[in-house]
């Protein structure tokens, strides 16, 4: 795999460098082409996800950027995520990847060759974006993920030689669960390199400055990850239970995310035991895709005896199935132990339903205390399920107000709208900059 990788950079590399691609230009109408067939303006900035690694952030994204056409947006098939939202953006990255899953769907289970068809996609991608700001003279890069540091502080140069400024998106301060210090210097390098850094969150700039390089605040811009809209409509309440199997009056909870041991799920089992002596009609849902072996929260789960009071769906969610586990679910819990941000938390707001978040993150950003949720001290199950005690505890009529709440907070603070116009006005301030003076190139 080395060998490979260090073969196929050097030739990308000397492609990137002569700006050459061996294949054609995607043909079909770009999201700088305007909604009203008008010519496209020339553009202001180009941002990018080779890879497709946030599917539903990138779409809602080039949604609220649609009334932008000066702002292009490309990408790959949503191979993480099928059911993500469709969205104006070009979708012509990877090709060669999707390309072979159309023929043969089974590949990404072959994790070696898909890593591989990765990897080449991605290097590929990089020299048809560089084909491409040379050619219309985009003066700003955005790219929303780097996968290879070392080869992306090298482009991200090579781009700023041209005069181009970059942008990158934080999205972890660093790799969850990896604090190495040779992954922290990988990093470092590739922020102090970008010209400006995007974070979707207060916190999540402040671990850039504690714990990679505080020489980095000046750089840091927080346009917050915007609300993420349902697909497919909340079903009626007592239909969704009745297709989940649970009682009228049951007083559910739900987590919804890929199965991680950094999202604190032990913790959530372990609250549940400790609720649901207080609160016997308790019943917690967790769903999502295992990112790791299930089995020991099996395990945890039938060892404590909550078989009765878990249900447990470990397998990839559609929007559809999504939509009624939401409709059944009174709140929300993430019990993250390593948070910064969370598109679940995004989901829930829109969903209407309180959330419970843990503390020392961006999702305390979700969160107006006491108004539509609770805010818990990291890894610890006690005062998890007290939260979720005194949610219980409350009427119907009060936890239909923090219902209400979520709705309004989400709109209010997390619009996609101003998430755009907060872009917009990144590119143009870079842009200017770029015409008064040329970009510097950092060692």
């Not at 929300?332 to 598109?343: E, F, G, K, T």
């Not at 020392?360 to 205390?369: P, R, W």
Request: with cysteine; hydrophobic share 40%; charged share 25%.
């Amino acid at each position: 795999m080395n060998r490979f990788f260090s073969t196929a950079s050097s030739a990308m590399i000397r492609a990137c460098e002569e700006g050459v691609s061996s294949e054609p230009e995607p043909q079909g109408v770009s999201v700088s082409q305007s909604r009203n067939g008008a010519p496209p303006q020339r553009p202001l900035a180009m941002i990018v996800d080779i890879t497709g690694t946030t599917p539903r952030y990138d779409a809602a994204l080039s949604k609220a950027l649609i009334d932008y056409p000066e702002v292009l947006f490309r990408s790959c098939p949503f191979f993480i995520d099928p059911d993500a939202p469709d969205s104006p953006m070009r979708k012509d990255l990877l090709r060669t990847a999707g390309w072979l899953k159309e023929r043969w769907p089974g590949v990404v289970r072959r994790s070696w060759l898909w890593r591989i068809l990765q990897l080449h996609g991605y290097l590929a991608g990089c020299r048809d974006i560089m084909r491409e700001i040379r050619r219309k003279r985009i003066p700003v890069l955005h790219f929303q993920w780097c996968k290879i540091p070392v080869f992306d502080v090298w482009l991200m140069r090579r781009a700023q030689k041209k005069g181009i400024r970059v942008v990158y998106t934080v999205h972890n301060a660093l790799p969850h669960g990896d604090r190495r210090e040779s992954v922290r210097r990988s990093y470092q390098k590739l922020y102090v390199q970008a010209d400006a850094l995007v974070v979707l969150s207060r916190f999540v700039g402040q671990q850039v400055i504690d714990w990679v390089d505080p020489s980095l605040e000046p750089k840091i811009h927080v346009i917050e990850h915007g609300i993420l809209e349902l697909d497919c409509p909340l079903p009626d309440r007592q239909k969704a239970r009745a297709e989940l199997g649970l009682e009228r009056d049951a007083q559910v909870a739900v987590f919804i995310g890929t199965i991680r041991s950094y999202k604190g799920i032990s913790d959530l089992i372990d609250a549940i035991g400790i609720a649901c002596r207080t609160q016997p009609k308790l019943r917690l849902i967790i769903a999502g895709s295992p990112q790791e072996a299930f089995g020991p929260y099996q395990d945890q789960i039938e060892r404590l005896g909550l078989t009765p009071f878990i249900q447990a769906y470990p397998k990839y969610v559609s929007e559809q199935f999504k939509a009624t586990l939401y409709a059944a679910a009174d709140i929300a819990i993430l019990p993250h132990r390593d948070p910064s941000q969370s598109a679940m938390g995004l989901e829930a707001l829109a969903a209407g339903k309180p959330i419970i978040v843990t503390r020392g993150g961006g999702l305390v950003e979700l969160v107006d205390e006491g108004v539509n949720g609770y805010s818990v001290p990291i890894k610890d199950p006690a005062k998890l399920a007290e939260a979720l005690d005194r949610f219980f505890s409350l009427s119907s009529v009060a936890q239909e107000a923090m219902a209400a709440a979520s709705v309004a907070l989400g709109k209010e603070r997390f619009a996609w709208p101003v998430i755009a116009r907060k872009h917009l006005k990144l590119y143009l301030r870079l842009s200017e900059r770029t015409q008064t003076q040329p970009a510097m190139t950092r060692v």
